[in-house]
């Protein structure tokens, strides 16, 4: 009776320890990593459970709220449920901006500053509910006299104890209603007759392909088969600033080194490259939110 027992205790330990199990973080900032700023907010995490699995998105400036918005949208859908999104990108650290988690339908959890960051995952993944961080409970010990570094005060140690299982969602703080999400403005894809436009929102920066919103699917209703040649024009601030004829192909070694390409990217949206070389170096191409893209099927093509 006594093993049993022992058994039986032994087994409802493991659930127990089971049902404590840290969901993983993943810290997207925009400190870099020349200085101990993300050592600092990782140490402050395993300061909460030393269990918990931290990875990096990236530590680099996305150059935009923007573009750290879509950089969130690039890798979220990929991560397990319940998983804790710490995103510091805060040039508003310490004004009057609400600090916030937002849990999606997915049942991902994000951390932030209210400042548009979150504009494409709630688009994304859906709307479920939003808190305030109450910094008076969920805030680093012995850290109010810090008013510049909310990443590793405010947002770390509130994510750390979120995965950690210290803390339930709704003691991250008050309730905000849904329009109390900051969102940022932008043009969504649109078709207009026999040409798709769309923006830049980033650089597929390692390799200098030009990523655009525009979906594939929107794209296919133009009709343009693999093989055949697009026209792209590329603009910023509504001034054409590069235009190109490149073929339409499924990925980069169908065309010549050097020679350029239209192709549907990682996202299953269009993008433009140079097989082997950099497209937006090449043609002065950047990013952001006044940085449009329009395709069509060339008149070479059409004749």
Not at 45 to 73: C, N, Q, T, W
Not at 239 to 256: C, K, M, S, W
Request: aromatic letters at 10%; a neutral charge; proline letters at 5%.
């Amino acid at each position: 009776m006594y093993g049993i027992r022992k058994l039986v205790c032994a087994f409802l330990l493991l659930l127990a320890h089971a049902a404590m199990a840290a969901a993983p973080i993943v810290l997207y900032t925009d400190f870099g990593q020349k200085d101990g700023a993300v050592s600092a907010l990782k140490g402050v995490a395993y300061g909460v459970s030393p269990k918990l699995l931290i990875s990096d998105l990236s530590h680099e400036s996305p150059g935009s709220i923007f573009g750290g918005a879509y950089r969130l949208f690039q890798v979220a859908p990929f991560w397990p449920k319940g998983t804790v999104f710490v995103t510091v990108i805060d040039p508003g650290v310490g004004t009057e901006r609400l600090s916030v988690v937002l849990k999606t339908r997915a049942g991902h959890y994000f951390v932030a500053p209210n400042n548009g960051l979150l504009t494409l995952v709630a688009e994304q993944e859906g709307f479920a509910e939003l808190r305030q961080i109450d910094e008076k409970i969920n805030r680093r010990k012995d850290s109010e006299d810090s008013h510049t570094f909310h990443g590793r005060d405010v947002f770390g140690y509130t994510g750390a104890r979120l995965a950690a299982g210290v803390i339930r969602f709704d003691q991250v703080g008050p309730k905000l209603s849904p329009d109390k999400l900051v969102s940022l403005a932008y043009s969504k894809a649109e078709r207009n007759g026999d040409r798709v436009t769309g923006i830049i929102p980033v650089l597929d920066v390692q390799y200098g392909n030009v990523w655009s919103n525009i979906p594939g699917k929107l794209f296919a209703q133009l009709g343009i088969a693999i093989g055949e040649p697009v026209r792209v024009r590329i603009y910023h601030g509504g001034q054409l600033v590069d235009e190109a004829v490149a073929p339409y192909q499924n990925t980069f070694g169908e065309v010549p080194e050097g020679k350029p390409l239209v192709y549907v990217n990682s996202l299953l949206n269009m993008a433009v490259a140079l097989n082997l070389g950099s497209y937006a170096e090449a043609h002065k191409v950047d990013s952001g939110l006044d940085w449009t893209i329009e395709l069509s099927k060339s008149q070479s093509a059409a004749k």
